[in-house]
């Protein structure tokens, strides 16, 4: 794909209509059968859509979309985009106040929404007058829906202008502290991004989308990759079902969170243990589908144990970072790469400088600001366009290494700052801790635990404290005296997380000393 050609979304799903054509860009469950939808089909769909909203409903919108990945979501949301408007993708985990609340604050006219959905629109439309048009995704008795309108409408045969800084997205972030804000990303910065890195295409023909479709990380990196590189996106329809979904796809790729990632791993050594006859390796390509090549990693701290176990399997994991302001990559890494604690390379066209220890960057990916937040927008954005990451790190030979979080940091009563996250990743991969939260109390720096009820399966709380105990002096022992944990929490419930599964630093209540 020629990467000048490309300025707009618009423009990546037209050339890959193109070029791609009749190939399979999505493949999705409907009951038992799976349904393949081209990139030529994808392309004209979309311009339905916008057709639709040009003529039913204006020149002038805010769309909302929410649900599941599908490829009615998909439709609806370049659709919207393709009209010149915004379109804003909303957390499908949100309580019915806290979607009304979004749903007011980012001005929306025009709600796509997942028929689960269809029991909130009562209170939606009692608390969100200014939302005017409901479209259902999936056909659902009389109601419009994405499903009808392709069918029913032709694509439009002209479309506003958009350029590479016309707004395209408006993501409410879901951080660990403080109110969610609208980072907004134009159709420059979503491509920037796309095409940021090349090679990725090299693993094959089709990856298996399982992240939250709403993050940016699983947009850019799934959805859009997938159209620059002809690439088939395989529906995974539930976390419950993601095994099956990777034996009934057999993708050659595969984008991944840490704690998933994790998981699977887990359950391949799990499996290894069980039939020791078989190898291993034998083993986690049958998990994965049979033609797994590699895997994406992203969105937060991946063990250097983890990417270790993962390629003496034979399956390599690429490790990168970047943030929803940034749309999302910052950095990332080849799959030759032995990257055992940094987080990748520095993409192309973005520059990173270190003030007082946090990563600022500055690239044609970085958001425009946050939505009517003109306060924040100044807080992270310098006028010259350098954003302050709020991550703490350095950069050696062009690789980026993270320590922590800027506003996490502790600040003992000597001065010395500790980053809360280099001493909780000392726990990743110990098999007797389920989650940990460090942080100080009374001038100690405290980890409070939630120990891994399989590990302790029928022991009594005071061999568990004695456990975790010695685990707390093996790890002090890795660490400078500064650095030292002084006190232990025993904690008999998972920490309190936002909808991406983040632990909140602020908990309602704490565990037992031991």
Same mark, same amino acid.
């Given at each position: 794909?020629?990467?000048?050609?490309?300025?707009?979304?618009?423009?990546?799903?037209?050339?890959?209509?193109?070029?791609?054509?009749?190939?399979?860009?999505?493949?999705?469950?409907?009951?038992?059968?799976?349904?393949?939808?081209?990139?030529?089909?994808?392309?004209?769909?979309?311009?339905?859509?916008?057709?639709?909203?040009?003529?039913?409903?204006?020149?002038?919108?805010?769309?909302?979309?929410?649900?599941?990945?599908?490829?009615?979501?998909?439709?609806?949301?370049?659709?919207?985009?393709?009209?010149?408007?915004?379109?804003?993708?909303?957390?499908?985990?949100?309580?019915?106040?806290?979607?009304?609340?979004?749903?007011?604050?980012?001005d929306?006219?025009?709600?796509?929404?997942?028929?689960?959905?269809?029991?909130?629109?009562?209170?939606?439309?009692?608390?969100?007058?200014?939302?005017?048009?409901?479209?259902?995704?999936?056909?659902?008795?009389?109601v419009?829906?994405?499903?009808?309108?392709?069918?029913?409408?032709?694509?439009?045969?002209k479309?506003?202008?958009?350029?590479g800084?016309?707004?395209?997205?408006?993501?409410?972030?879901?951080?660990?502290?403080?109110?969610?804000?609208?980072?907004?990303?134009t159709?420059?910065?979503?491509?920037?991004?796309?095409?940021?890195?090349?090679?990725?295409?090299?693993?094959?023909?089709?990856?298996?989308?399982?992240?939250p479709?709403?993050?940016?990380?699983?947009?850019?990196?799934?959805?859009?990759?997938?159209?620059?590189?002809?690439?088939?996106?395989?529906?995974?329809?539930?976390?419950?079902?993601?095994?099956?979904?990777?034996?009934?796809?057999?993708?050659?790729?595969?984008?991944?969170?840490?704690?998933?990632?994790?998981?699977?791993?887990?359950?391949?050594?799990?499996?290894a243990?069980?039939?020791?006859?078989?190898?291993?390796?034998?083993?986690?390509?049958?998990?994965?589908?049979?033609?797994?090549?590699?895997?994406?990693?992203?969105?937060?701290?991946?063990?250097?144990?983890?990417?270790?176990?993962?390629?003496?399997?034979?399956?390599?994991?690429?490790?990168?970072?970047?943030?929803?302001?940034?749309?999302?990559?910052?950095?990332?890494?080849?799959?030759?790469? *032995? +990257?055992?604690?940094?987080?990748?390379?520095? $993409?192309?066209?973005?520059? %990173?400088?270190? !003030?007082? &220890?946090? =990563?600022?960057?500055?690239?044609?990916?970085?958001?425009?600001?946050?939505?009517?937040?003109?306060?924040?927008?100044?807080?992270?954005?310098?006028?010259?366009?350098?954003?302050?990451?709020?991550?703490?790190?350095?950069v050696?030979?062009?690789?980026?290494?993270?320590?922590?979080?800027?506003?996490?940091?502790?600040?003992?009563?000597n001065?010395?700052?500790?980053?809360?996250?280099?001493l *909780? +990743?000392?726990?990743?991969?110990?098999?007797? $801790?389920?989650?940990?939260? %460090?942080?100080? !109390?009374? &001038?100690? =720096?405290?980890?409070?635990?939630?120990?891994?009820?399989?590990y302790?399966?029928?022991?009594?709380?005071?061999?568990?404290?004695?456990?975790?105990?010695?685990?707390?002096?093996?790890?002090?022992?890795?660490?400078?005296?500064?650095?030292?944990?002084?006190?232990?929490?025993?904690?008999?419930?998972?920490?309190?997380?936002?909808?991406?599964?983040?632990?909140?630093?602020?908990?309602?209540?704490?565990?037992?000393i031991?």
């Open positions: 794909m020629d990467k000048n050609k490309i300025k707009t979304l618009r423009d990546l799903y037209e050339e890959a209509a193109a070029l791609y054509g009749d190939a399979p860009y999505v493949k999705e469950k409907a009951g038992k059968e799976i349904v393949e939808k081209s990139f030529s089909q994808f392309a004209d769909d979309c311009h339905r859509v916008a057709n639709y909203l040009l003529t039913e409903v204006g020149e002038k919108l805010h769309a909302a979309v929410i649900g599941p990945t599908s490829y009615a979501y998909l439709v609806s949301y370049f659709g919207s985009v393709s009209t010149a408007n915004p379109v804003v993708p909303l957390d499908a985990q949100l309580p019915c106040p806290d979607l009304c609340e979004l749903l007011q604050r980012a929306i006219t025009v709600f796509f929404y997942d028929k689960r959905y269809a029991p909130m629109l009562d209170a939606i439309k009692a608390a969100c007058p200014e939302v005017k048009h409901y479209i259902c995704l999936q056909e659902n008795d009389d419009i829906s994405t499903e009808k309108i392709v069918k029913e409408y032709a694509p439009a045969e479309l506003p202008e958009i350029t800084d016309t707004l395209a997205a408006i993501l409410y972030t879901s951080g660990t502290t403080g109110k969610s804000k609208g980072v907004m990303l159709h420059g910065n979503f491509i920037d991004n796309a095409m940021c890195c090349d090679g990725e295409s090299s693993l094959g023909e089709s990856i298996l989308t399982v992240l479709i709403h993050h940016v990380y699983c947009f850019t990196c799934d959805i859009l990759l997938g159209l620059r590189y002809g690439t088939t996106v395989c529906v995974n329809d539930s976390m419950m079902r993601i095994a099956l979904n990777l034996k009934l796809f057999q993708p050659t790729f595969i984008l991944l969170v840490p704690m998933i990632a994790e998981t699977i791993l887990k359950q391949i050594k799990a499996a243990a069980a039939k020791p006859e078989i190898p291993p390796q034998m083993i986690a390509q049958a998990v994965f589908g049979g033609r797994l090549k590699g895997i994406y990693s992203g969105g937060a701290y991946l063990a250097p144990e983890i990417t270790k176990a993962y390629r003496e399997l034979g399956i390599p994991i690429s490790q990168g970072y970047g943030m929803t302001e940034c749309s999302p990559r910052i950095s990332s890494s080849v799959f030759t790469d *032995e +990257n055992y604690g940094d987080v990748g390379t520095v $993409v192309r066209g973005c520059e %990173i400088r270190i !003030e007082d &220890g946090e =990563i600022v960057v500055k690239s044609p990916s970085v958001m425009q600001g946050y939505y009517k937040d003109p306060e924040a927008t100044a807080e992270a954005l310098t006028e010259d366009g350098w954003l302050h990451t709020g991550d703490l790190g350095y050696r030979d062009n690789r980026v290494y993270i320590t922590g979080r800027k506003k996490n940091l502790i600040i003992l009563s001065g010395e700052n500790v980053s809360p996250e280099e *909780e +990743n000392k726990f990743v991969g110990k098999d007797m $801790v389920a989650e940990v939260l %460090i942080y100080a !109390e009374e &001038g100690y =720096i405290t980890a409070e635990i939630v120990p891994n009820p399989e302790f399966k029928d022991k009594e709380k005071t061999e568990i404290a004695a456990e975790l105990t010695e685990l707390i002096k093996e790890i002090n022992k890795t660490v400078t005296s500064s650095k030292t944990i002084r006190r232990i929490r025993l904690r008999d419930k998972e920490f309190e997380k936002t909808t991406s599964k983040k632990i909140r630093r602020q908990q309602s209540e704490q565990g037992e031991i």
